[in-house]
């Protein structure tokens, strides 16, 4: 079982790591040199480590929530100029990422294990919706609005993205809407509703944890 268990993250990594290769055309602008140093000039080989994700192997609780952990540049000072970016997303049964958008990276994201109802909408309003099983890819186009839903109500799902950008941003649709201070007036129109509807919606996503 344990041998099973390291091949499959071994495959995991493996397909992820394919992924990054094949998307690090795009998103970021060429550098001129290997890589871009930080300001104090010190690089040795921790420059190029990221620690971040041992937590994911270190036999810690599951999480209780949706869960993001994340590889950018904020994170990873050494992906500046190398166009490339990792997430980990972890799903509890019944969680979802909610629609959001990354204006400077497309999306390849690989299941680990579990199941996950993924989609996303194009710029004609088309929805293109698939169920993951762990193994698959399923790849969400630069800009667009899309989610990830674990219908699951027993069991987790585990997914890896990958992106060709090491700043891909992330547009949270909800938080965008309804967390930003757009007017009630100007939401209510927009959605063709009233004024305390938009007011329940805010105060829903403010009392959120």
Same mark, same amino acid.
């Given at each position: 079982?344990?041998?099973?268990?390291?091949?499959?993250?071994?495959?995991?990594?493996?397909?992820?790591?394919?992924?990054?290769?094949?998307?690090?055309?795009?998103?970021?602008?060429?550098?001129?040199?290997?890589?871009?140093?930080?300001?104090?000039?010190?690089?040795?080989?921790?420059?190029?480590?990221?620690?971040?994700?041992?937590?994911?192997?270190?036999?810690?609780?599951?999480? $209780?929530?949706?869960?993001?952990?994340?590889?950018?540049?904020?994170?990873?000072?050494?992906?500046?100029?190398?166009?490339?970016?990792?997430?980990?997303?972890?799903?509890?049964?019944?969680?979802?990422?909610?629609?959001?958008?990354?204006?400077?990276?497309?999306?390849?994201?690989?299941?680990?294990?579990?199941?996950?109802?993924?989609?996303?909408?194009? $710029?004609?309003?088309?929805?293109?919706?698939?169920?993951?099983?762990?193994?698959?890819?399923?790849?969400?186009?630069?800009?667009?609005?899309?989610?990830?839903?674990?219908?699951?109500?027993?069991?987790?799902?585990?997914?890896?993205?990958?992106?060709?950008?090491?700043?891909?941003?992330?547009?949270?649709?909800?938080? $965008?809407?309804?967390?930003?201070?757009?007017?009630?007036?100007? #939401?209510?129109?927009?959605?063709?509703?009233?004024?305390?509807?938009?007011?329940?919606?805010?105060?829903? #996503?403010?009392?959120?944890?």
């Amino acid at each position: 079982m344990a041998s099973r268990t390291s091949s499959l993250k071994f495959f995991s990594l493996l397909i992820c790591s394919i992924a990054i290769v094949q998307m690090a055309t795009a998103g970021d602008p060429d550098i001129i040199t290997d890589f871009i140093a930080p300001p104090n000039g010190t690089v040795d080989g921790n420059f190029f480590t990221y620690t971040g994700f041992r937590v994911l192997v270190g036999g810690g609780p599951p999480p $209780t929530a949706f869960k993001v952990l994340k590889a950018t540049l904020a994170e990873f000072p050494s992906l500046n100029g190398q166009s490339v970016s990792y997430a980990v997303l972890q799903f509890p049964s019944g969680t979802t990422n909610p629609p959001h958008t990354h204006p400077r990276s497309a999306e390849l994201l690989f299941l680990v294990g579990g199941t996950l109802e993924v989609g996303f909408v194009d $710029t004609k309003n088309n929805l293109f919706t698939q169920t993951l099983q762990a193994g698959d890819l399923f790849v969400f186009p630069k800009g667009l609005a899309h989610f990830q839903y674990n219908a699951d109500s027993q069991n987790p799902a585990l997914a890896i993205s990958a992106f060709g950008s090491a700043n891909a941003g992330t547009v949270s649709i909800p938080s $965008t809407l309804f967390a930003t201070g757009i007017d009630d007036n100007v #939401l209510a129109i927009s959605f063709k509703t009233d004024v305390a509807t938009i007011q329940k919606l805010k105060a829903g #996503l403010a009392a959120k944890p």
